[in-house]
């Protein structure tokens, strides 16, 4: 059973938007730092944009002013909101849940969905 269920990926234009969600259970939700991570073909996966239980948000320097990670405390998911897309944010799109409690830690990802940004 899958902890992380994406949506929201797609093909748009550049200087389109898009936005992704992510959806988990109330427990892993609540203590988790959860963000968004992408992989381009050749390149190493990397840190697009994370939200801290508490509440604080840090991007990658590429997507600052441009994305935006929320949360949606009712939903048990986050979203991310990509804005003023370029060719460069083409990648697939990776969840991920950093989960901790006093008993464990365990990390959590999704299944990837596919953003793809044309001139």
């Known amino acids: 059973q899958a902890q992380l269920v994406e949506h929201g990926g797609g093909l748009v234009q550049a200087g389109g938007s898009l936005r992704l969600s992510c959806a988990t259970s109330?427990?892993?939700?609540?203590?988790?730092?959860m963000g968004w991570y992408r992989q381009s073909p050749g390149r190493q996966r990397e840190l697009v944009a994370k939200?801290?239980?508490?509440?604080?948000?840090n991007y990658a320097d590429s997507v600052k002013g441009r994305f935006t990670i929320s949360p949606d405390n009712p939903g048990n998911r986050i979203f991310l909101k990509m804005d003023s897309l370029k060719p460069e944010d083409t990648a697939v799109y990776y969840c991920?849940?950093?989960?901790?409690?006093?008993?464990?830690?365990?990390?959590?990802w999704g299944q990837g969905t596919q953003v793809t940004v044309t001139d």
């Open positions: 109330r427990n892993i939700f609540l203590d988790s730092d």
């Open positions: 939200i801290t239980s508490g509440g604080i948000e």
């Open positions: 991920n849940a950093d989960y901790s409690t006093s008993e464990t830690r365990r990390e959590y």
